[in-house]
């Protein structure tokens, strides 16, 4: 069994930013793709970012790229968001998530964690 924990979300202002962690148990970790998807209040689930096992091949949604980079520390068993020059419309539950194989941009992940709350003020 895989667990998923992430940390890192909170408050911040239009124009700030925030790293989100996303810490593993398991051995699966460095087998494993891993992702970044998000959800505000009555919207579906949504793509944000997405990593390679050895980190060599990252994607990206539109709507964050030049802005989040997302990175994995494989010795660590953690993965994370750095976000930049966030705006209100990034305001949601971020998940991280996990697969076998290749990273993809839509929901097909085997494992999730919680969410992290990112709330951004205009």
């Known amino acids: 069994q895989v667990q998923l924990v992430e940390s890192g979300g909170g408050l911040v202002q239009s124009g700030g930013s925030l790293r989100l962690s996303c810490a593993t148990s398991g051995r699966t970790f460095s087998g494993s793709a891993m992702a970044w998807f998000r959800q505000a209040p009555g919207n579906e689930r949504e793509f944000v970012a997405a990593?390679?096992?050895?980190?060599?091949?990252?994607k990206y949604a539109d709507s964050v790229k030049g802005r989040f980079t997302i990175s994995r520390e494989n010795a660590k068993n953690t993965m994370y968001l750095q976000m930049n020059v966030l705006k209100p419309e990034d305001t949601a539950v971020y998940y991280c998530a996990a697969r076998q194989g290749v990273p993809l941009t839509t929901p097909q992940y085997d494992y999730w964690g919680q969410g992290t709350q990112v709330t951004v003020s205009s």
């Open positions: 990593i390679s096992v050895r980190g060599g091949i990252t």
